[in-house]
Nanobody, 122 residues
Framework: QVQLVESGGGLVQPGGSLRLSCVAS????????MGWYRQAPGKERELVAA???????DYVDSVKGRFTISRDNAKNTVYLQMNSLKPEDTAVYYC????????????????WGQGTQVTVSS
């Protein structure tokens, strides 16, 4: 079994900051790309930021310059530092990781966390 557990969401005022964390645990042989998605009420889930195993990041245009994605491969953890938050950033944020299990060498599968709520409001 593989689990992704997010933490760090909450309520913050516009202009504030939050840091999300996501830890992958369980039967893991290797982790490839990791990323953060978000889904606001009535909207489709969208990719916010992703990072390769070697640390190359990519961002959706709406968060460039405000959000920073990073990872610690030794801890199987990915982070999302969110600064200058806006009300339109309000959403449930989901962690995603492409993982290879020891029982399935050569096969990559996408795993998801349960989501953490981020609300930006005064």
């Amino acid at each position: 079994q593989v689990q992704l557990v997010e933490s760090g969401g909450g309520l913050v005022q516009p202009g504030g900051s939050l840091r999300l964390s996501c830890v992958a645990s369980g039967s893991i042989f290797s982790i490839n790309a990791m990323g953060w998605y978000r889904q606001a009420p009535g909207k489709e889930r969208e990719l916010v930021a992703a990072i390769t195993r070697s640390g190359n990041p990519d961002y959706v245009d709406s968060v460039k310059g405000r959000f920073t994605i990073s990872r610690d491969n030794a801890k199987n953890t990915v982070y999302l530092q969110m600064n200058s938050l806006k009300p339109e950033d309000t959403a449930v944020y989901y962690c995603n990781a492409r993982i290879m299990r020891p029982a399935e060498i050569g096969r990559w599968k996408d795993y998801w966390g349960q989501g953490t709520q981020v609300t930006v409001s005064s």
